[in-house]
């Protein structure tokens, strides 16, 4: 088993703020995943990393950038917060082959002011 | 494009008694996979169960099943003798078959279980 932690649980920001959230994760996975959930509705991709030094964007990746750090994590960067912007982002991973269903972390709650 | 669909926004049941909810697919892969999640009003999200597309045995796990019916691109989750801790928002998810891909997910299924 393993976990996938993030920090921090509540981001609170102004607008045009730059934000950073981070992931790690100890399944020792090769993939982790940024998704953004807004009020009720599905998860949306950002960015991926299929391995280190690799970043793929997904269908929301413009105002975020991604970096992965090392194998175990993962940071998001909002890169000017938008004003009455408030979702929730979540981070998971998986391994890179086969099926590989993807574990995910509890979320960020994110709240721009 | 990949696309997945769940038309049904909330379904209401009664504790133990069945409750099947709804997603359809669109790919153009022949091979992919199919998941689903329940987040729970923590927040928390769980996977449950995935279906192979290459497997025609519909999967089981514990007291949730799929109804795979690849002819209609659909996939079902059916839960058996539902329990109050059922309660939660539930999500269909699709993966094509080739690797470093990322999950796309349908917009959810809210399900209440009354006692």
């Known amino acids: 088993g393993g976990i996938i932690t993030q920090t921090p649980k509540f981001l609170i920001g102004q607008e045009g703020q730059k934000l950073t959230l981070k992931c790690q994760q100890n399944?020792?996975?090769?993939?982790m995943y940024w998704y953004r959930q807004d009020s009720g509705k599905g998860l949306r991709l950002i960015y991926y990393s299929i391995t280190e030094n690799d970043l793929q964007k997904g269908d929301l990746s413009e105002g975020y950038d991604a970096s992965r750090e090392k194998k175990s994590s993962f940071s998001l960067t909002v890169t000017s917060a938008q004003k009455n912007e408030m979702a929730v982002f979540l981070c998971?991973?998986?391994?890179?082959?086969?099926?590989?269903?993807?574990?995910f972390g509890p979320g960020t709650r994110l709240t721009v002011l | 494009a990949q696309k997945v669909t769940q038309t049904q926004t909330s379904i209401s049941v009664m504790e133990k008694t069945t409750v099947t909810m709804d997603c359809v697919y669109e790919t153009q892969d022949s091979s992919y996979f199919l998941f689903w999640y329940k987040q729970t009003a923590s927040g928390e999200i769980v996977f449950l169960i995935r279906q192979d597309s290459y497997k025609k045995e519909n999967a089981t796990v514990g007291h949730y099943s799929l109804n795979f019916q690849k002819p209609k691109s659909s996939i079902g989750l059916i839960i058996t003798a539902t329990q109050i801790e059922d309660s939660a928002v539930y999500f269909c998810a699709m993966r094509e078959g080739q690797g470093g891909r990322a999950l796309i997910f349908g917009t959810g299924t809210t399900v209440s279980v009354s006692p």
């Open positions: 998971a991973s998986s391994i890179r082959t086969g099926p590989y269903e993807q574990y």
């Open positions: 399944f020792n996975h090769d993939t």
